[in-house]
């Protein structure tokens, strides 16, 4: 096996999900690196890194790809794919240590090098990189422009010679693109472009990777969750199935204690409490009770978590909620302000959740760890930090300790009239000022608080 067929075997190995086989292929690579050029030298520790993120391992892919940035500084290394992956492991790397100029200038230098259309004589190796930037635009930049991106590659498979789209890996990536375009489109609320997405991607794997397929598992659960969630027209029937087989095929692959079956146990949970099945949906989740500073982070499938949280919340399962809501929350804290909308989402149920369990020390810590994170910020950064503050002033309330909940109160309303979305997500921080002045004994200026509260009610919610 030459080295472009081993790399192209790792590209294959890591599309697919096999991490123990792009390992395999890897591993020898990685430990003799005088036998290789710069350049494959780069590559190699380039895909590494991308194997590390697919396993979740950041420290181990922070530094693979450190070592493979002075690399590309080599006069002899001219690859403009090679030089892309790296640049693109740079941008999540910065991403993930927070530094969004560091990510952003890395993801432009190496979206520059890119061009629309794919190389007849390097197709496979040009889709794999649009497949990887597509992903890594949609969490650092956007998903706007991810969608935007995947596109291009789209329109550039649909465009090749019937010769160059005879590789039998291309219909692969094309299933894996869709799965990133569609995951880009829900987030923005895409729904039925996302539905066409998923169901054109499971069409793809069942066809090229066969029914039982990880992969193929994966798109089945992405197109339930959809279906369930579905804000017009949601299909619990269609969802149940597609998620009890999904589940099965991943746990008959991958185990019961893996954290994909367990992430996928979720599915079935929703759908039963869709159906207003509360010991069902229970019995499919593994229930611990996590604070904010043990939770393990994990932000996947955050629009079916949300759903869950706030249903086992209403439904008077507030641990289970906190279960799922606190790594939720971890997750996205670590993510740029993006995912900012899914954020607040998740926050406001947290911090509701901890108020229902009265666990007023982790509201605090909580509170304070948005504010160091994104208090800073633009916007919506200063909206999370206004809902968690105005949960931490109703804490210190609650305890008689007024002057600082006045503060903090006051301080939440001024990071929510720039970073909320209108008057009326502030009216309710100015009702808990309302009612701190009351307790204060300062009727004049409650008075004042409330005539406010009463003018925000009468705006028409557009103004909002």
Partial sequence: MTRNDTFRAVRHALIVSDHAEAERHLAPLIAKPAALSPTQHAQALALSSLLEVARSNFDAAARAIDLAEPLIADPSVEDPFVIALVLLGLADRYWHASDDDGAFECLNYA??????????ERTEEALFVVIVATSCVTHIDGPERGVC???IGLRALDALSPVDARDPLLPIYRANLLMRVGHAELTMGRWAEAERRYRAALRLRRTHLGPDHVQTANAMQALGALLLNHVNAPDIDTASRLLERSHAILESALGPQSPIVVSSSLGLAACELKQG??????SHLRLESPSQATAAPDANNAP????LAASLRESGAPLAALSIIAPLVQGLIQITETQALLLKKALTIQLQVLRDLQREDEIIVLADSVTARFGGNQENGLGLVAIATNFQAEVYSARGDLVRAERLIRYAISMGEVGLEGPHEVAPLYRNLKDILELTGRRAEAQAVFKMITKIKKLPSKQA
């Avoid at 099945?277 to 229970?282: D, H, V």
């Fill in 111 to 120: 979206l520059d090098g890119l061009a629309p259309e794919l190389p007849a």
């Fill in 149 to 151: 991106l995947g596109e």
């Fill in 277 to 282: 099945r509360l010991a069902s949906a229970l």
């Fill in 304 to 307: 079916l978590k949300l759903y």
